[in-house]
T-cell receptor
Framework: GAGVSQSPRYKVAKRGQDVALRCDPISGHVSLFWYQQALGQGPEFLTYFQNEAQLDKSGLPSDRFFAERPEGSVSTLKIQRTQQEDSAVYLC?????????????FGPGTRLTVL | DQQVKQNSPSLSVQEGRISILNCDYTNSMFDYFLWYKKYPAEGPTFLISISSIKDKNEDGRFTVFLNKSAKHLSLHIVPSQPGDSAVYFCAASAYGGSQGNLIFGKGTKLSVKP
């Protein structure tokens, strides 16, 4: 498909488990973003890649959160020792930087529920 | 502290009428603004954007107005259609959106009644 894809769409984890969430950006998009969306809130920034370089990880809530994009395309967000407060929808977005400002295109998200 | 505020959690409009969704921001460094539409169980879908060098941008039924002095933007949908029923998010960025994250409001749920 032409859009951003994410997998799995839904993930249920027991507290303390590690999870890995995958994002396939739009082909050719240089920039990739991860956001966390809690219920009733807008998306909140987690981290940003330009190609394989992680340029901003200021939004990661703790050192249990780790993201990578080793070849500059697919990205994985890993959460170690999940806690109940990690329950949220995790959104991935990609963009192609341009002179007029780049629009971020979002995937469908992964809904994580930590029991 | 919320840098992007959508003070109306919900809005109900009759089909065919105008829908006006409002957004306020506090950070004067923001220079690029976007509106996204979100259906349940889907990711946000880009609708329309505006750079701070403009005060209006139009795309079909959607128009975004920017008032920099008031730090306020609005999205007008004319005419509103039942398929427009969704949550609308306002988002803002500094550096023309090219260097990092978007800051989102909490969203406004629009219901368009037939």
């Amino acid at each position: 498909g032409a859009g951003v894809s994410q997998s799995p769409r839904y993930k249920v984890a027991k507290r303390g488990q590690d999870v890995a969430l995958r994002c396939d950006p739009i082909s050719g998009h240089v920039s990739l973003f991860w956001y966390q969306q809690a219920l009733g809130q807008g998306p909140e920034f987690l981290t940003y890649f330009q190609n394989e370089a992680q340029l901003d990880k200021s939004g990661l809530p703790s050192d249990r959160f780790f993201a990578e994009r080793p070849e500059g395309s697919v990205s994985t967000l890993k959460i170690q020792r999940t806690q109940q407060e990690d329950s949220a929808v995790y959104l991935c977005a990609s963009s192609l930087p341009g002179l007029a400002g780049d629009t971020q295109y979002f995937g469908p998200g992964t809904r994580l529920t930590v029991l | 502290d919320q840098q992007v505020k959508q003070n109306s959690p919900s809005l109900s409009v009759q089909e065919g009428r105008i829908s006006i969704l409002n957004c306020d921001y506090t950070n004067s460094m923001f220079d690029y603004f976007l509106w996204y539409k979100k259906y349940p169980a889907e990711g946000p879908t880009f609708l329309i954007s505006i750079s701070s060098i403009k005060d209006k941008n139009e795309d079909g039924r959607f128009t975004v107005f920017l008032n920099k002095s008031a730090k306020h933007l609005s999205l007008h949908i004319v005419p509103s259609q039942p398929g427009d029923s969704a949550v609308y998010f306002c988002a803002a960025s500094a550096y023309g959106g090219s260097q990092g994250n978007l800051i989102f409001g909490k969203g406004t749920k629009l219901s368009v009644k037939p």
